[in-house]
């Protein structure tokens, strides 16, 4: 049995736009159609799903349709990150590139080769420095980038986002003196004279944002397509970006233009919730390839700064007191969502820490009745890590889980080392599902790889790709393969809005799909690591072809 939904008249008069895949292994997600041999999209949307002669059949209406022949390979819906700084990830392709350092030694090197090819008067910015890995294993300063240059402005953002390593040029040209004031939910590293020693924390790094030369449009809008291009070759379709007025502003213009390939869910910035409120805008406005989500704030730090809101002191830390930061007041919190929620907006909020994931689930709880009969998707992105008496809270409360499977495994040793037994709870998955949540994965970059490939393995194994630990990291919080596909696809739906006709490959849904090279689902978790996207399909056009 097949199933069709008949295709929207064409009044242009052109041929319409019709691909027929066939002779595949198409996992459609669809709890009616289970898996089929073929598919069929008309003008970019799954009109028939069945077997490969009954698309064949139906496809021989179309004289002009193009055939994509699977040759018998896997087939799932397209991957949606759920949490991407998308122009931040385009833009880190043109920046100093940190990731991987294995020491302060070798950052330094990477910063003295970038500095024979700056320019006289810019700032060099680099990304993914991560001091924990480092054989010192403590933050760095700014006399190691003085002993590099002194003269050209240095800004590197470590890995996490959380904190801005500079030079003291930098501090300079952002007038960072002893004098200056740690800003509300910020912190000036100093050293024990007082003074700035190069490390802004949190807000205290807009110190220094501030000074740095704006990305313009035409830089903002070239750094978009890099992304996207990038982003296609690894079998992403879709993304919710939690950035600002830049990077709405570079895909609203890809958008005008026909040439924004990604179905973009934009996060509004905190400090526009006032902005859309008077402007009337809720969340679901736009289009089908950019619409408007929730509003993105910040309730605490990272990890791997050591600035996550904790219930308890950090354990290890360079401060023995060290519980973190709480940037914005429990009240603030309870006050953004019912304001949003009175204007139609939801609210996604970055929690890392126990402390943190406490406060903004007890913010949704005192505030449910401004905004779940109206049926708005609460997310909290990240949901690092919570106290045991919390993990049910999430499917009580119906707040989606937004959370990012690679950092399970790239932070377990920093879990062990700061949060020790705590980490039972951490990245907590197969805690979250069982309960109830609704999981919604993404990937974070640039802080990690957005390859969802290496976010499955990491689900579905808690292993990194060298196969440590060898029974997985807390392996009780491991996940199935048909679940973590569903995680990037269904629950990202679901976390937009969208679950009634996007995250699955049935009649009514976009034609979005990505072709593997083997069936993930059926092959052992070990495969993933060695599966490649061959094809990435948006809309009923193959965007991309290994």
Known sequence: MFHFAPPTPNPTGRHPRV??????????????????????????????????????????????????????????????????????????????????????????????????????????????????????????????????????????????????????????????????????????????????????????????????????????????????????????????IPEGSVAFGALQSLDAQGALRLRALMMLAYEGLGAALDTGVRTGFGGPFLRLGQVKLFSDGSLGSESAAMLEPFLNSQSAENGGILILPADEIRSAIERAARGGIACAIHAIGDRANRVVLDAFEATQESWRPSGLRQRIEHVQVLHAEDVPRLAQLGVVASVQPIHATQDMDLVDRLWGARGRYAYAFRSLLDSGATLAFGSDAPVETPDPLAGLYAAVTRRRPDGRPEDGWYPEERLTVDEAIRAYTAGAAYAAGQESFSGRLAPGCPADFVVLNQDILSQPAEAILETRVLHTVVDGEIVFSA
Do not use: M
């Not at 294995?102 to 950052?107: F, G, R």
């Not at 990477?110 to 680099?126: D, K, M, S």
């Not at 200056?180 to 807009?206: H, K, S, W, Y």
């Open 19 to 240: 691909l027929a895949a066939v002779d595949g292994a198409i996992h459609t997600l669809d709890q009616s159609a289970g898996s089929v041999e073929a598919l069929l999209a008309v003008e970019g949307t799954i009109v028939l799903t069945g077997s490969t002669q009954e698309v064949r059949e139906a496809a021989a209406r179309y004289p002009h349709a193009e055939h994509l022949d699977l040759a018998g390979r896997c087939v799932v819906p397209g991957f949606t990150d759920s949490h991407i700084h998308f122009l931040g990830y385009g833009l880190n392709l043109e920046r100093v590139a940190l990731t991987g350092a294995a020491s302060l030694q070798v950052v330094q090197q990477r910063i003295r080769e970038a500095v024979h090819v700056t320019p006289h008067g810019e700032w060099l910015l680099g990304w993914g420095w991560d001091h924990s890995v480092w054989p010192e294993a403590h933050f760095p300063d700014r006399t190691a980038l003085d002993e590099v240059t002194s003269d050209i402005p240095i800004a590197l953002h470590r890995k996490d986002g959380h904190l801005t390593w500079t030079n003291s040029a930098a501090l300079r040209a952002a007038a960072i003196t002893r004098n200056t004031a740690d800003p509300p939910g910020g912190v000036i590293g100093r050293d024990a004279a007082g003074e700035p020693n190069g490390l802004l924390f949190e807000t205290a790094q807009d110190l220094v944002h501030r000074a740095i030369p704006k990305v313009g449009p035409a830089r903002a809008e070239r750094a978009a397509r890099q992304a996207q291009a990038t982003l296609h070759s690894l079998g992403v379709t879709g993304v919710h």
